[in-house]
Nanobody
Framework: QVQVVESGGGLVQAGGSLRLSCTVS????????MGWFRQAPGKQREGVSC????????YYRDSVKGRFTISSDSAKNTLYLQMNDLSPEDTGMYYCAAKTYGYCSGVEVTQIAYWGQGTQVTVSS
């Protein structure tokens, strides 16, 4: 049974930083592309970042480039999202997901094999 569990969300002021973690069991993350997604109230879920299998390539949505960094630790089977210089527009529920295959289709919300339950990120102005 695969479990995907996010943590690290919280309330932060604009300009602050957060580091999200995603611990996975029942699946080896280095064999899958892994992604971070977010959903603001009243909006569709959108892709934030994706890392291909074995961490070969990374992708980011334009609005987070230069501020967010996706990484993984194979030994801990954990995915991370370092978020710096946060803005209120980054507010939302952040979800980690394991993709069906080892490649990313950019940051599209496609080919998702397993979702986590999400962690809330709130950025105050």
């Amino acid at each position: 049974q695969v479990q995907v569990v996010e943590s690290g969300g919280g309330l932060v002021q604009a300009g602050g930083s957060l580091r999200l973690s995603c611990t996975v069991s029942g699946l080896t993350i280095r064999d899958h592309a892994m992604g971070w997604f977010r959903q603001a109230p009243g909006k569709q879920r959108e892709g934030v970042s994706c890392i291909t299998w074995h961490g070969l390539n990374t992708y980011y949505r334009d609005s987070v480039k230069g501020r967010f960094t996706i990484s993984s630790d194979s030994a801990k089977n954990t995915l991370y999202l370092q978020m710096n210089d946060l803005s209120p527009e980054d507010t939302g529920m952040y979800y980690c997901a394991a993709k069906t295959y080892g490649y990313c289709s950019g940051v599209e919300v496609t080919q998702i094999a397993y979702w986590g339950q999400g962690t809330q990120v709130t950025v105050s102005s």
